[in-house]
């Protein structure tokens, strides 16, 4: 999978450079906020270890509220602390299937539940791997690496602002 996802981002650099409207310095910082994302694929090799909610011998609603209690109490350890990159998949359903950009981080993460069937088989050819995961999954999380109207351009472009980047583009 992060072979896949290193060769749809390698293709997009491509296309990049061969981009005939944009101009050098904006493809320039384009490639470099491409070689900057990082891939996690399938599931993070950290978790959270939940071990001490205990939820047995009690009912539904009680396990909620320890649940509950638990994950508030994880929440706001972790206020004023820096985030472990490792735990990439921290409040994602692992199981789901779903693929995401993360702006803050500039990472794609590609979820284990994504690669079930109808989307992933080991028989596949790569023709249909890339028609499936390729395109559909990866190419698409990419694309998001160069949303202007959600993300904050200064962020990854250094301290231009966004009417000035989008004046370069056009």
Known sequence: ??????????????????????????????????????????????FRDTSDIDISDCSLIEATRRIWMAETKHDMSCLGQNLDKDMWAEGFNILTCNAGYDPSANTINMIIGMMGETFYSSDMDVEEMYASIGAFWVGHEVSHAFDLVIHQPEHYFGRKALTEYIHDLY
Not at 2 to 28: F, G, H, M, P
């Open 1 to 46: 999978m992060e072979d896949l996802c290193q060769q749809v981002i390698d293709t997009y650099r491509e296309l990049l450079n061969e981009n005939s409207w944009a101009s050098d310095e904006v493809k320039k910082k384009a490639i470099e906020k491409l070689d900057k994302i990082a891939i996690h694929a399938a599931y993070p090799d950290k």
